[in-house]
């Protein structure tokens, strides 16, 4: 579709949030497709699991995005599909890859939404395609596991912060489930939270740099658990470090689900998001660098700056591996 | 895309405008493509004409619209697209044609929206099909100098009026034009006008019969006038003809460019839309009379019973033709 | 317009910020057309102030909105602007007055914004009409002085709060403000400001009091400063003073321009919202009461109350008034 004033900032680059978004309704639609293709129970694809993506080129308003999806495996309960994202610009013809993501997807029964349904089997060109989709599953099986154990911080109000400190630049919205938000089941789609999660992630980071800013990367996001219609979803970031020219943003978010609920509120997604200054050339800006003030914060800080060292040489050792084929 | 509870009415049927939105965002992507395929002045296609468009079988809130576009035509200045809508419910995997749609587009320079720019030709796979074509944009074009002179009409209200009359069930809408109802070109898209049609269509269409209605087809539409953004809108529809079981509603569209322009009040817009009343279980149900008071009222009900009965003798003259076939 | 689904709450009742935004585009328009209806500079109306308004029966999903606005006061600088709200439920035909709303609008200028324009006089049908005018037009003019010193208060955070104290279900959201936020001049409509302070209005409530709420009124607000394209806004609410059914909510608005702008976060807007419960018939349910800790808060209550038994005494020689009529 066609990408609108309301799609972009005012530098006229579309929010990495509203790129997710189409991203993820690609995904459950290729997903609940197949999981149906087969009779049995009807289902709906619930979003379990997004790996970590990369927004390789910006895109902009008037420009056209063309979203592609396949599956690329299954496992008995679970559904990896490949979203490739273009941007087009029909002017002049040009296109640039946008995104490449890779989304995992369960099959919740439409009668009885806490159950998990069986997934049909894919055929695969080739074994190793097999071999390879396994792998991935083991390694982000394991990776669910992890995070499930982090999601007790909680993001605490500072009064009259300094600049350039965490308490600066840190943000949080409301914003009350409606029935445009949900999936047939009544629950939020996945795409729907990370365009909230990105909108307060880039707030964080316009504070911090005060320039235009964009979304470089999304770190790998677990959805754990579903949020209902008619719940208040909080919305909260912090920035956790800053090299030279990015920042990382820390977002949580937490369900409320305030309306005829025996439940108290709870921690539904947690993620990292990386931003970049950009000049008004569309040139990366250096970034202040971030205070930490803590020892929690100077603790994130670290970790924060191993993600990035990590990402770092990942990229590298494929440059490397690219160049020498 | 998923169809979201947003585009459909309470009874689920997504709205005939909703529908009409999507086909001319395909068509004008598809057709500013072409036009700029060639390298010159760069332009944007713009709605020039749609041609008469039934709704085939209706579209419910879940179920994914499939809408591919194709170039079938190119005159000197004007482009033929022929749009095709699937309706793809993805729990059962049953697809249902929707629409098929052929809209006229024309493209205008985008340094000076004045400027008609030539179209790049298109390669026909047999002879006949651009004689077809040649045929078909002839017609149309000798349609759109008829309408234009139809248009001085307006909508006066009617105090304390009737059931069933005329002045019961017209009515009107004001919309301010903001930016993303807009092209590149700072012009409205023809599809956020012919959504705005038809949701004061179903609006005078569900005043008469107080049922559940859906939209049953609209005859061609003209856009002889753009409209810019900051203009305030003004879409007004009544009743012109019943039969049975089907309304006809004349919609009118006026721009008022009551900001930085000189100019008055215009009229942007007519059209023809026919809706059917719906039982619950999804039969058409036998509509009212309409009561005709005014000389007026009158000669607008036997022109539209004219329309009626020649799109029946052409509706039965295609089915007599594929039963012979 | 007809409701749908996302301009409502769970229950099925239409926003009273949904509402209050139509409103004001309804106002936001006339005053325009009428400001530019002499030749001379092109002007937009920018919303000055709103009358307190009352909320006097729901609406619902599906119905049509009918919204009419008339001009009946202008003063050398501002035009007041009247509002009246219908529901009408298009299947039975039954019609209720929603709202009766009183508008302030000032002309600026279309090239230079910080310019207010001359309003052209309106011809009243009777001397008295011009008087009463004038009247409502001194008393809201010292009451938009007074509210002017009010503004310095702040909303904040409390760690760990009991229930039902006013730390328990004070909120904020933080909203960047897009193109389709904003007028032609590039600032916030001051509808979509109410649409964002009834939504937080609503969250303090129900978060109060776990049931389904709904607006019964919004005090008379003022809008001294504008906010800009590209603003960050905080919107927060806290609970001011409860009585047997009703809660008072204080809104406040910030705006911080952190792009490209060297200016402060600054108050833009305050209102207080009445908020009442409602029982899934429809009846009103007694609200759990308020319970202030600090000094502050005894105040703001005390303060609430005076408002509440003041409106109520308004209301009660109203009534008395129409029944001696």
């Given at each position: 579709r066609i990408m609108r004033p309301d799609d972009a900032n005012i530098a006229g680059n579309v929010h990495g949030g509203t790129i997710l978004k189409m991203i993820e309704e690609a995904g459950a639609i290729i997903s609940t497709r197949h999981c149906n293709s087969q009779d049995g129970e009807p289902c709906v694809a619930a979003l379990a699991r997004v790996e970590r993506t990369d927004f390789l080129s910006p895109m902009c308003?008037?420009?056209?995005?063309?979203?592609?999806?396949?599956?690329?495996?299954?496992?008995?309960h679970s559904v990896e599909?490949?979203?490739?994202?273009?941007?087009?610009?029909?002017?002049?013809?040009?296109?640039?890859?946008?995104?490449k993501a890779t989304l995992w997807y369960v099959p919740l029964s439409l009668k009885n939404v806490n159950k998990?349904?069986?997934?049909?089997?894919?055929?695969?060109?080739?074994?190793e395609q097999e071999d390879e989709g396994k792998?991935?599953?083991?390694?982000q099986k394991l990776d669910r596991l992890e995070t499930k154990q982090r999601n007790g911080d909680v993001i605490l109000p500072v009064i009259n912060p300094e600049p350039h400190t965490v308490g600066y630049s840190q943000s949080s919205l409301i914003h009350l489930v409606g029935p445009s938000d949900c999936t047939l089941l009544g629950f939020v789609h996945g795409g729907v939270t990370m365009k909230l999660m990105d909108e307060v992630a880039g707030i964080v980071a316009a504070r911090h740099?005060?320039?235009?800013?964009?979304?470089a990367s999304v770190d790998a996001i677990n959805f754990h658990e579903k949020i209902k219609k008619g719940c208040v979803i909080?919305?909260?970031?912090?920035?956790?470090?800053?090299?030279?020219?990015s920042m990382e943003i820390e977002v949580f978010v937490d369900a409320d689900p305030f309306v005829d609920e025996p439940r108290e509120r709870y921690r539904a997604v947690s993620a990292f998001f990386t931003y970049v200054s950009l000049s008004k050339e569309g040139k990366p800006l250096p970034v202040p660098q971030l205070l930490t003030e803590t020892e929690d914060e100077k603790r994130r800080f670290e970790e924060g700056k191993g993600r990035y060292l990590q990402t770092k040489a990942k990229r590298q050792a494929q440059m490397q591996q690219s160049a020498q084929q």
């Open positions: 308003i008037g420009e056209v995005a063309n979203v592609s999806a396949e599956i690329t495996y299954t496992s008995r599909v490949q979203v490739n994202v273009m941007s087009e610009n029909i002017l002049t013809g040009a296109k640039k890859v946008t995104n998990v349904l069986e997934v049909p089997p894919i055929q695969y060109a080739r074994k792998k991935r599953y083991e390694e740099c005060k320039t235009n800013i964009v979304t909080t919305v909260s970031g912090r920035m956790t470090f800053t090299s030279n020219k």
